[in-house]
């Protein structure tokens, strides 16, 4: 199958309108493999840059990259406050990695001025398994997904150092460490499933666009 995203389209990939409309936003990382999973899935994707894209979806991922370019990139385009928003308003929210940092309520080891949009009531800590070199594979068990573990893959990710009463971790590293984590509309992973076929955790978030739609 051909998929064609683009900005702004909310039928990029799925033109009969059958699915859910999802954006993934796409100010860097990498987006265009989440977008591939989601449209396999059979959600209309789109694109987000700017905040008329943001409104016309049902659902957005925040995808794995760099969480301080993101930051800056979502103020500089004005993005930032309509998905402080949108979030606080309900939408569904999936974020990996960088994206786990996005949504997280409190930040350790950020950079000066980093902000995120919050939401989740989690404290985060960036990089928290070291630097590129040192990215990792390993299974997880996620009961909300079935009894077949997750094959997990860590790139610099992030760690969930606190759960506050608000969030309900998903899955933990065998030390204890939580490494996904929910509350009501969002979910976060400081893993890549888009990376490695494991679809379960996107179908699990459309479940959640799908259910708010």
């Given amino acids: 199958m051909t998929t064609t995203l683009r900005s702004g389209s909310a039928g990029a990939g799925h033109e009969d309108g059958g699915g859910p409309r999802v954006g993934v936003l796409a100010l860097q990382g990498d987006f265009r493999e989440h977008a591939r999973v989601l449209a396999g899935l059979g959600a209309r994707v789109s694109l ?13 991922v925040i995808p794995g990259g760099e969480s301080t370019v993101m930051d800056k990139l979502s103020r500089t385009f004005g993005l930032a406050d309509p998905l402080k928003s949108a979030i606080s308003e ?7 990695c960088a994206g786990l940092i996005m949504l997280a309520d409190t930040l350790l080891d950020a950079i000066p001025d980093q902000q995120s949009l919050g939401g989740l009531d989690v404290v985060v800590r960036r990089n928290a398994f070291g630097s590129q070199n040192q990215s990792f594979e390993t299974e997880l ?4 997904l079935g009894a077949e573990p997750v094959h997990a893959v860590f790139i610099r990710g992030p760690v969930v150092e606190s759960v506050g009463p608000g969030a309900t971790p998903l899955a933990a590293l065998a030390d204890g460490r939580v490494v996904a984590v929910e509350q009501e509309h969002l979910i ?3 893993f890549h499933p888009e990376i490695t076929g494991e679809y ?5 978030f459309l479940d959640k666009v799908r259910s708010r739609a």
């Fill in 188 to 190: 976060g992973t400081s």
């Fill in 141 to 144: 068990d996620v009961p909300a």
């Fill in 200 to 204: 379960r955790f996107h179908a699990y």
């Fill in 90 to 96: 309900g939408l569904p929210v999936y974020g990996t």
């Fill in 48 to 60: 987000v840059r700017r905040p008329e894209e943001l409104a016309a979806v049902d659902g957005l």
